[in-house]
């Protein structure tokens, strides 16, 4: 017991049926401090914090809040406690005003019973004042910017009282500036004595802002450093337990007459809102383009267009000189398109399926894997062990295993198998290492930088500005359904790239 | 002049029980559980209400009794959505037969073998009346009405409605405020059932004074068509059913009428009414998130 710290864990166990989740971990978070969890998806960072917060019962172990032991059943005794959690997956009610949200679970009775909301507004507003945040109390939070809705989180935190609060993977979402401000928010928070514990697997956050850090792989405490002194490098190979390759080594060798071109391409919503006004766009040979900008400003109807998944109003996308606008998604694959979509579970892959099901299911008609309309599975088979052997994908000998039975990580790398063996021209790639750790993540990009040297095109849309910088040749900024600004990834600025993303001007 | 005051009168009196039984929906809904059982509920209920009324003599003992029977029959559609997760679409068809099949089971037993309830001496009254029927107003229409201000003022100006609502579009947010959805989802289901138990008695005890076979034929599903049209406000459902109500009320006026329209064409109407409603506000409907996604932690 130590009263200099405002958070113990000790030899805390979880076990998920037969998984244990979590084995025998340790964690000392000391007062006014930034506290780091680093660790993989699947690490347990969260499911610690979830015990923290009363979300999860545990198995074993001790929990000590500013030295005094405690056992929460529920959030409502953490928060009572004085911790609240700023998740990585808001937890906000989109048609209710932010007033409603930060009030709701903590509402003041005024009278015949009814929620007093000016004695509430009063106090949020002094809240937001002390922390200079800019929020609209009145707005409806699925009209707000995500970074907004985070600093909605964040009062909500606040205004029941809590002095620590705990981020789950805060800047997955954010824009470079909005991280900025967040960082700064978080040391404002220490300075008033409160206590943060932030989790994220990005290692540039962990040397920008926490003092120290919990490393935990794969459910296990493996150990807490100063960050004073450790690099990323370091860190990282203390996340992953093996030394990883940051770098991406690449040639420039783009060819000269573009084998992709979108000209002046509008979409409308069914409102007959724009969506994407007068878009262009070029991909050449041997060439990454990276789509940069802020979630929602047109990427997914980008992406739609050219699958033909919605209606174009005006403006051609053509492949090889052959326009593919306003056809079906097969059309796009006929003509050597392939797609990395964004929701892996969702748009990527059926469940439900096996591996071997779901590496053929864009290739069902190819004479070698079925005649007549019947399936010719040996064949199946075997492309499917050629692929899970060549990708890597795990476990090995998947074949006959449904989808929904593997990781994250390995769930792309069948998409990624099938995307590539289809011997494309363009990959489209949207998110294709979204909420992926750094062992993924290496393998995806590297697979993407193998298919540009091969010569193929690839459209990299991402939310991640750092991927997007590491792996494109060229980098297009979207903002509002139009391109801004149109960079070399070389001389590239992070900063002005920031600001053309929130529709500032070049 | 006189045709439009027994119009209004008929109205009001068929809305009561579509806005009772609507009321619950909302309820429901608004919480994330589909109640589609409404219909089974409302028949158990005029079920109930008629045999007790009849037996005791007394409508408004069989009022609170049919809405006793709603809610306890709704427990079954609670514990299986709520507790065990599981479809509430087909949880719900299971207690549109329970209620149905109870009912006329229960009636064959009380009534020497017939599927009806023998008539009350005294229906629920009405509040206000003169001999032509140029002016009436049900005592239930007055309830169902004053239900819908209530109902209203609980969801959008209490803690109570603001967590209701909330666990039916995002239960994760709400569960991570330390407030228990199932709890929230549980006693909605079953404040829909004692509303559509009412609903059904709404009908028995005051738009007729029997229960038969027929006698709740679908009122159930307009009732659900009306929360979809009013867009799961109270006040807009309310209206819903009035339009309900009306077409239900010019079939009974131009059945008694002059003008020779065949009876089963002009019974048609509500449920044309429906339908067409239904087809015309495709598309146009947003339904709480959550609403029949079953909640796990």
């Known amino acids: 017991m130590n009263a200099a710290h405002a958070i113990e864990m000790h030899g805390i166990v979880k076990r998920f049926g037969n998984f244990c989740a979590l084995d025998e971990v340790e964690l000392e978070v000391k007062k006014g401090s930034i506290h780091a969890i680093l660790g993989e998806n699947g690490a347990g960072k969260t499911t610690l914090m979830n015990i923290l917060y009363g979300l999860y019962d545990y198995n074993k172990g001790q929990i000590l809040v500013h030295g005094k032991e405690v056992h929460f059943k529920s959030p409502r005794d953490a928060i009572h406690a004085g911790i609240g959690m700023v998740h990585q997956h808001f937890k906000l009610i989109e048609p209710y005003t932010v007033l409603q949200n930060i009030v709701l679970g903590y509402e003041k009775k005024g009278l015949f019973g009814f929620i007093d909301y000016r004695k509430a507004r009063k106090e949020i507003e002094a809240l937001i004042k002390a922390y200079h945040f800019k929020i609209d109390l009145d707005a409806k939070v699925r009209d707000i910017s995500v970074g907004m809705q985070q600093r909605v989180e964040i009062v909500k935190a606040l205004y029941r009282g809590a002095d620590i609060l705990i981020f789950d993977e805060p800047t997955a979402v954010l824009t470079p500036q909005e991280i900025h401000e967040l960082t700064g928010c978080m040391k404002n928070m220490t300075e008033e004595g409160k206590t943060v514990i932030i989790i994220t697997h990005k290692l540039e956050e962990i040397t920008q802002c926490a003092s120290r850090c919990t490393i935990i792989r794969r459910g296990k405490f493996i150990t807490e450093v100063a960050v004073d002194g450790c690099d990323t490098k370091k860190l990282a190979s203390l996340m992953v337990g093996r030394e990883v390759n940051f770098s991406v080594k690449k040639q420039k060798k783009a060819g000269t007459e573009p084998m992709f071109e979108i000209r002046n391409l509008t979409v409308e919503d069914r409102q007959g809102i724009c969506r994407l006004s007068d878009l262009?766009?070029?991909?050449?040979?041997?060439?990454?383009?990276?789509?940069?900008?802020?979630?929602?400003?047109?990427?997914?109807?980008?992406?739609?267009?050219?699958?033909?998944?919605?209606?174009?109003?005006?403006?051609?996308?053509?492949?090889?000189?052959?326009?593919?606008?306003?056809?079906?998604?097969?059309?796009?694959?006929?003509?050597?398109?392939?797609?990395?979509?964004?929701?892996?579970?969702?748009?990527?892959?059926?469940?439900?399926?096996?591996?071997?099901?779901?590496?053929?299911?864009?290739?069902?008609?190819?004479?070698?894997?079925?005649?007549?309309?019947?399936?010719?599975?040996?064949?199946?088979?075997?492309?499917?062990?050629?692929?899970?052997?060549?990708?890597?994908?795990?476990?090995?000998?998947?074949?006959?295993?449904?989808?929904?039975?593997?990781?994250?990580?390995?769930?792309?790398?069948?998409?990624?198998?099938?995307?590539?063996?289809?011997?494309?021209?363009?990959?489209?790639?949207?998110?294709?290492?979204?909420?992926?750790?750094?062992?993924?993540?290496?393998?995806?990009?590297?697979?993407?930088?193998?298919?540009?040297?091969?010569?193929?095109?690839?459209?990299?849309?991402?939310?991640?500005?750092d991927e997007i910088l590491k792996l494109s040749d060229r980098v297009a900024i979207i903002s509002s359904g139009h391109i801004t600004g149109v960079f070399d990834a070389q001389d590239a600025d992070k900063g002005k790239i920031g600001t053309l993303m929130v529709g500032g001007k070049n | 002049m006189n045709s439009i005051g027994v119009i209004l009168g008929i109205t009001l009196m068929y809305s009561a029980p579509l806005v009772f039984a609507a009321m619950g929906g909302v309820i429901s809904e608004k919480a994330g559980v589909i109640n589609i059982g409404i219909e089974g509920m409302m028949t158990f209920g005029a079920f109930t209400g008629a045999a007790t009324g009849y037996y005791l003599d007394n409508p408004w003992i069989g009022f609170l009794c049919a809405a006793l029977a709603g809610g306890a029959i709704s427990i079954l559609h609670a514990v299986a959505c709520v507790n065990f997760h599981a479809n509430q679409t087909i949880s719900g068809?299971?207690?549109?037969?329970?209620?149905?099949?109870?009912?006329?089971?229960?009636?064959?037993?009380?009534?020497?073998?017939?599927?009806?309830?023998?008539?009350?001496?005294?229906?629920?009254?009405?509040?206000?009346?003169?001999?032509?029927?140029?002016?009436?107003?049900?005592?239930?229409?007055?309830?169902?009405?004053?239900?819908?201000?209530?109902?209203?003022?609980?969801?959008?100006?209490?803690?109570?409605?603001?967590?209701?609502?909330?666990?039916?579009?995002?239960?994760?947010?709400?569960?991570?405020?330390?407030?228990?959805?199932?709890?929230?989802?549980?006693?909605?289901?079953?404040?829909?059932?004692?509303?559509?138990?009412?609903?059904?008695?709404?009908?028995?005890?005051?738009?007729?004074?029997?229960?038969?076979?027929?006698?709740?034929?679908?009122?159930?599903?307009?009732?659900?068509?009306?929360?979809?049209?009013?867009?799961?406000?109270?006040?807009?459902?309310?209206?819903?059913?009035?339009?309900?109500?009306?077409?239900?009320?010019?079939?009974?006026?131009?059945?008694?009428?002059?003008?020779?329209?065949?009876?089963?064409?002009?019974?048609?109407?509500?449920?044309?009414?429906?339908?067409?409603?239904?087809?015309?506000?495709?598309?146009?409907?947003?339904?709480?998130?959550?609403?029949?996604?079953?909640?796990?932690?």
């Open chain 1, 280 to 465: 262009s766009l070029e991909v050449h040979h041997g060439e990454i383009v990276g789509i940069a900008g802020v979630d929602g400003n047109g990427q997914q109807e980008l992406f739609e267009a050219i699958s033909s998944l919605i209606m174009v109003k005006s403006g051609t996308i053509t492949i090889h000189s052959k326009e593919i606008q306003n056809t079906d998604p097969k059309t796009m694959l006929e003509n050597g398109i392939t797609v990395i979509p964004e929701d892996r579970q969702k748009d990527g892959l059926v469940l439900d399926f096996t591996v071997a099901e779901n590496l053929i299911s864009q290739n069902l008609s190819a004479p070698q894997f079925s005649r007549h309309g019947f399936l010719k599975k040996p064949e199946i088979m075997a492309s499917s062990a050629a692929l899970i052997e060549k990708y890597d994908i795990r476990p090995s000998g998947c074949s006959a295993l449904k989808c929904r039975a593997l990781s994250g990580g390995n769930q792309q790398k069948v998409i990624i198998a099938r995307a590539i063996a289809r011997n494309p021209d363009l990959i489209i790639a949207v998110q294709p290492t979204r909420g992926m750790d750094v062992g993924a993540i290496e393998f995806v990009h590297k697979a993407l930088i193998e298919e540009r040297e091969k010569g193929k095109g690839i459209l990299l849309i991402s939310l991640d500005l």
């Open chain 2, 93 to 297: 068809v299971a207690l549109n037969l329970i209620g149905t099949g109870a009912s006329l089971y229960l009636a064959r037993i009380l009534f020497d073998g017939a599927t009806q309830t023998l008539p009350l001496k005294k229906k629920l009254p009405k509040l206000v009346s003169n001999a032509d029927g140029t002016i009436s107003l049900d005592s239930t229409a007055a309830i169902a009405f004053i239900l819908v201000v209530l109902l209203w003022l609980y969801l959008y100006r209490t803690k109570g409605g603001l967590r209701l609502m909330a666990a039916g579009e995002h239960p994760e947010a709400v569960d991570s405020l330390g407030i228990s959805v199932e709890k929230i989802r549980f006693c909605a289901v079953i404040a829909s059932g004692i509303l559509a138990g009412a609903g059904g008695a709404a009908m028995s005890l005051a738009v007729v004074s029997s229960f038969s076979q027929t006698v709740i034929s679908g009122h159930g599903y307009i009732a659900l068509a009306a929360v979809i049209f009013g867009r799961w406000n109270p006040a807009s459902v309310a209206l819903a059913c009035l339009l309900f109500g009306f077409s239900q009320s010019l079939v009974v006026f131009l059945g008694n009428g002059t003008i020779t329209i065949p009876s089963q064409v002009l019974a048609m109407l509500p449920y044309v009414v429906t339908i067409i409603v239904l087809i015309v506000m495709h598309g146009e409907t947003r339904a709480p998130k959550a609403s029949g996604v079953p909640y796990e932690k």
